[in-house]
């Protein structure tokens, strides 16, 4: 075996000779899909079954929620059934709801237990304490939600005491899928025709799962009308593999030399499907054949070969497209010709981490000509790359980024706490040793 991973309880080696990454996998379900087929399934009468589900921290997480809220939820490998007789049987919860790492699972519910008639307490980790709920709670509570937490409600723990709500005409201040859903979620409940405008299109599992869930739901150029008081049915919800795990797959493909890496059954629905865009920007060798354009979200086989990469600008409207691959895309742009300049991503500041910082702070530790802006970054290439030692943050997508990046380094790195890439992609490290040419 060429890798080496040597896991120390805070530290793991990743030390890599001429590495090169051959063969196919298929990436675990996509986290936001998994999340939301949970939840809709909670909400809904009868029973729904889910498969390809992410069995990461963060859906766990969502799942030990419910199940404090009285649902009935068995996992079964990746496959999920929940049994529910919809909202209003779900009970007060004794306990406190732990959302862990989890900005999904919280601001989410936030929405849903809004308009419930129970009292609940939510709270997640240290890096959830740090992120902002107000971007949620002040549409809510324009609803007439009744939360209260640290700061006026900006951070966690939070307290929700459930109540009837109003529908809203809601013109989103920041492109987020978790605001637009938490308002939509809430809709469900509120009387009146909820409305919610978006200026840049953000993920629309919400929209979709809606419809598949038996609701009337209209989207028509930014504008997404819903009407309040429908009761959603439970269904079957099939979850593509997650794009923004087969993102770190796609750039270890692109830059470690003599590699060819397939994946099957990669989520392409267009709205999160920009580092696709990005990569034929930059001139990589990559092949993407659709498999299901059909189906509630579509899914296609995508192949990457080693490539000679150009840099590009990312900006605008592709951002939100692409918000979660961005560090990747930067260990990328490290590799390509010329400047690559990412703008109109102030959002990464409130990540998991703070991913302007913590990515460009990493890849200069390796060597990368890389300067932090205040809404991006700028990232000269190609530059080779040696070992240090990294810190993830706490964020799988930092700790993953790492990992892909110790494939090109002459040296080792090692990572701190690499343990957190398991809130999204718990088998990233036996897929990467399934694709080592040995
Ligand atoms: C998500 C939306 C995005 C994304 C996050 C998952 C979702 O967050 O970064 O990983 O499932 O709705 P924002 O809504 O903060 O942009």
């Known amino acids: 075996m060429k890798g080496v991973f040597k896991l120390t309880s805070t530290t793991k080696v990743l030390e890599f000779k001429n590495p090169s990454l051959q063969g196919a996998i298929t990436v675990p379900g996509d986290k936001s899909i998994s999340h939301r087929a949970v939840m809709f399934g909670a909400i809904a009468k009868g029973q729904t079954t889910v498969s390809g589900f992410l069995l990461g921290e963060d859906c766990l997480s969502t799942i030990d929620c419910f199940r404090k809220l009285g649902v009935n939820i068995k996992v079964d490998g990746t496959n999920v059934t929940v049994t529910s007789d919809g909202i209003d049987e779900w009970q007060e919860p004794k306990e406190v709801l732990y959302t862990g790492n989890s900005g999904t699972t919280t601001r989410l519910m936030l929405g849903i237990l809004s308009g419930t008639s129970l009292h609940t307490i939510m709270t997640g980790d240290a890096s959830i304490g740090k992120r902002p709920m107000r971007r949620v709670v002040d549409p809510l509570r324009q609803m007439g939600a009744k939360i209260a937490g640290r700061d006026n409600g900006q951070f966690t723990p939070l307290a929700i005491q459930g109540t009837k709500l109003q529908a809203i005409d809601y013109s989103m201040p920041v492109a987020s899928a978790q605001v637009k859903s938490a308002v939509l979620l809430a809709g469900l409940r509120a009387e009146g025709t909820t409305i919610v405008r978006e200026?840049?299109?953000?993920?629309?599992?919400?929209?979709?799962?809606?419809?598949?869930?038996?609701?009337?739901?209209?989207?028509?150029?930014?504008?997404?009308?819903?009407?309040?008081?429908?009761?959603?049915?439970?269904?079957?919800?099939?979850?593509?593999?997650?794009?923004?795990?087969?993102?770190?797959?796609?750039?270890?493909?692109?830059?470690?030399?003599?590699?060819?890496?397939?994946?099957?059954?990669?989520?392409?629905?267009?709205?999160?499907?920009?580092?696709?865009?990005?990569?034929?920007?930059?001139?990589?060798?990559?092949?993407?054949?659709?498999?299901?354009?059909?189906?509630?979200?579509?899914?296609?086989?995508?192949?990457?070969?080693?490539?000679?990469?150009?840099?590009?600008?990312?900006?605008?409207?592709?951002?939100?497209?692409?918000?979660?691959?961005?560090?990747i895309i930067a260990l990328l742009a490290t590799q390509a010709n010329g400047t690559t300049v990412i703008r109109d991503a102030e959002e990464l500041k409130v990540k998991e981490t703070d991913r302007i910082t913590a990515v460009v702070t990493e890849l200069k530790k390796l060597g990368a000509d890389i300067e932090a802006t205040e809404d991006g970054m700028i990232i000269n290439g190609p530059t080779k790359l040696n070992g240090a030692r990294l810190k993830s943050y706490g964020d799988h997508r930092i700790g993953m980024m790492a990992a892909v990046a110790s494939l090109i380094c002459e040296t080792p790195i090692e990572l701190d706490d690499a343990e957190c890439i398991a809130v999204s992609y718990p088998t990233f490290f036996e897929h990467l040793n399934d694709l080592l040419v040995k």
């Not at 819903?226 to 270890?252: C, E, M, R, Y």
């Open 199 to 327: 200026k840049e299109i953000s993920r629309d599992h919400t929209e979709r799962m809606l419809r598949q869930f038996g609701a009337e739901i209209t989207v028509d150029d930014g504008v997404i009308s819903f009407k309040g008081g429908q009761q959603l049915l439970g269904t079957h919800v099939n979850v593509p593999g997650d794009i923004s795990s087969a993102a770190f797959f796609l750039v270890a493909g692109s830059i470690v030399p003599n590699s060819e890496i397939v994946m099957t059954n990669v989520g392409v629905n267009p709205t999160r499907a920009g580092i696709i865009e990005v990569l034929e920007q930059m001139g990589a060798n990559m092949s993407v054949k659709f498999e299901d354009e059909q189906s509630a979200e579509p899914t296609a086989t995508v192949t990457i070969q080693t490539s000679e990469l150009n840099g590009t600008t990312i900006e605008g409207d592709i951002i939100p497209r692409l918000i979660d691959e961005i560090p």
